[in-house]
């Protein structure tokens, strides 16, 4: 692989590895360890490995590896760490990077289980965390302090799509000496550009754009080879979250066709936002990519693209919402998003259930809030279909 191929070369041969048989496509290796030629081989094989050299499958795995240099290419990382789930990435990243005494902060709008991580199991090992307004930059300046260790935040907040600005929050922290991680699930590895504006740690979800055809959970956590190695490789070896091989190869597959994937979802976002701005039933209609968004220059700075998700605010509540969620023939309702199927979702009674009214206010979840990730369908087909639903609603 040459360092200097562009996203879309990097995405189809980037990592690969072939076997004796010089197989076309990536194969899976579905084994759990690996044979030592001699005792000796294994006494020193647990010592170092080389770059095709395996231990067991919880350490690493060549299907695994194939995933992990593929996208930390796409990212431009140094390194990449592949896990089960978006979450074990999250949680894995957080842990490993944290312990007793220090102190952290935090955007309030999080994905529900990062919440919890940080909310409720962080501070019983004694890790102390402040939660900001994330588009207000003097709450981040109040509230990142000398000891502050770690900021963590999504870089386009879920499900109100606020966009955060990585590169004033990364100056404010890497004044402190902390480290800045950021959850970019919503930017998609296609058109992030975090580490260059400040980002230390990325982690993505696989389940969402990367797989992109709701098969497999995954994620994956990139940085430095240094931060990868010795922070977050010996944590994932000995607390086992790995990814499993089988589902490196769907992800590794996923990765082939994110680009194109990705690039018809905006264009059917982009034409569901210009085409509901102000319509009668709608409160809003929330696209960063749309000129109207308050945060249109910043995404347009930062990310090039006002990513693969709308969000409806419709005008009578949970019972338009419903009403228009039930109406929908072409996108189906589910709760996952990055999808070549159109998924809506009703934030409030089921990814953000969990919350108290007064944190979804805060949130801006409101009762009427439908998020609608937007498939590779045809974007008119798609239109009819939601044009259709808001007349039912
Ligand atoms: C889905 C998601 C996660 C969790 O990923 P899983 O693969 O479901 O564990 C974390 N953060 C964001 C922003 C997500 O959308």
Redo the contacts with the bound molecule.
């Keep these: 692989m040459s360092k200097d191929w562009n996203k879309r070369t990097k995405l189809v041969h980037g990592g690969t590895r072939r076997s004796q048989y010089n197989e076309v496509s990536e194969a899976i290796f579905l084994t759990q360890g690996f044979v030592y030629d001699s005792a000796e081989q294994a006494e020193a094989r647990f010592l170092e490995t080389g770059p095709d050299e395996f231990i067991y499958a919880r350490y690493g795995n060549p299907t695994v590896a194939m995933f992990e240099d593929r996208i930390a290419a796409l990212e431009g990382a140094e390194a990449a760490f592949a896990t089960a ?3 074990a990435a ?1 949680s894995a990243a957080l842990t490993a990077s944290l312990k007793a005494g220090d102190h952290v902060v935090a955007a309030r709008a999080l ?1 529900g ?2 919440l919890y991580v940080l909310e409720e199991l962080l501070g019983r090992f004694g890790v102390e965390v402040t939660f900001v307004d994330g588009l207000d930059l003097d709450q981040w300046r109040d509230a990142i302090r000398p000891d502050t260790a770690l900021v963590f935040f ?1 870089t386009i907040a ?1 499900p109100t799509l606020e966009v955060i600005d990585l590169p004033a929050v990364a100056e404010l922290a890497h004044a402190v000496g902390a480290r800045v991680m950021v ?1 970019n ?2 930017v998609t590895p296609v058109h992030s550009r975090a580490l260059s504006q400040g980002a230390d740690v990325v982690i993505y ?1 696989a ?2 754009h990367i797989d992109g055809q709701g098969r497999a ?3 994956v956590i990139l940085g430095s080879e240094e931060y990868i190695r010795k922070v977050i490789e010996p944590y994932m070896k000995h607390t086992g979250g790995a990814m499993s091989p089988f589902s490196a190869w769907v992800m590794l597959k996923g990765l082939e066709t994110i680009a194109l994937r990705v690039r018809a979802q905006i264009e059917g976002a982009t034409r569901l936002a210009e085409a509901l701005q102000g319509h009668p039933k709608l409160a809003r209609a929330i696209y960063p990519g749309h000129p109207d968004h308050p945060q249109h220059a910043l995404v347009m700075r930062d990310m090039g693209m006002g990513g693969t998700v709308i969000s409806l605010d419709l005008k009578g509540g949970q019972e338009a919402a419903f009403r228009f969620l039930n109406a929908l023939n072409i996108a189906v309702i589910s709760n996952n ?1 990055g999808d070549a199927k159109s998924i809506a979702t009703h934030p409030a009674t089921t990814t953000h259930q969990r919350l108290s009214d007064e944190q979804k206010v805060t949130l801006g979840i409101t009762p009427g809030l439908v998020r609608f990730s937007v498939g590779i369908e045809d974007p008119e087909d798609l239109l009819a279909d939601v044009l259709a639903a808001l007349d039912a609603a």
């Design positions: 789930s978006g979450m999250v994905f289980s990062s999504e879920n959850d699930v919503f979800s389940t969402k959970l995954g994620g998003l």
